[in-house]
């Protein structure tokens, strides 16, 4: 991913209002991320605990949508779905987005089980489980790599698919 500033972060969101857009609190931490190793940035906000952002590069341009993490956590421990780590170290979590266009304007939205900490992008670079021993580790990691890049795209398409 490119790196981004506030400025075009904020110019990129989708199905949001401006009131929303001009409540988005960037990490302390926004000047010193590594967009080179993300195929997507996010982060919750830190002055509205259940409130996060995803920024992703779709289509050629960039997108940023504004996520809503459920107050119900899962009753059983579940994989997220998009880095598909068996081996988390915070739960996956229901996070909403709303849609674009009409539909989000009438209240339609996604869900996604996702990691609480958003950090699918680490998670994927991690080195392979021990089962992996004697096949080729790079490959494996580009695999995972590509495969999270594909289904944030997929779900972020999913999310535009109804903008007008």
Not at 4 to 28: C, D, M, W, Y
Not at 37 to 63: I, Q, T
Not at 142 to 164: M, P
């Amino acid at each position: 991913m490119n790196s981004h500033t506030q400025q075009q972060i904020l110019n990129a969101f989708r199905g949001a209002t401006r009131s929303e857009i001009k409540k988005v609190t960037f990490p302390l931490d926004f000047d010193d991320v590594d967009f080179d190793r993300r195929e997507f940035y996010a982060w919750r906000d830190r002055k509205m605990p259940r409130r996060a952002y995803l920024v992703v590069e779709h289509d050629g341009e960039l997108v940023s949508l504004i996520l809503n993490r459920a107050e119900a956590k899962p009753s059983r421990r579940a994989m997220c779905a998009w880095c598909r780590d068996v081996e988390l170290t915070e739960e996956a979590v229901l996070y909403t987005v709303r849609r674009g266009g009409s539909n989000g304007r009438r209240g339609d939205t996604l869900g996604v089980l996702i990691c609480a900490d958003l950090n699918c992008s680490a998670n994927v670079r991690k080195r392979p489980p021990a089962f992996h021993k004697g096949t080729d580790l790079a490959a494996i990691r580009q695999e995972q790599i590509a495969g999270l890049s594909q289904r944030v795209n997929t779900f972020v398409a999913e999310v535009l698919s109804t903008e007008d």
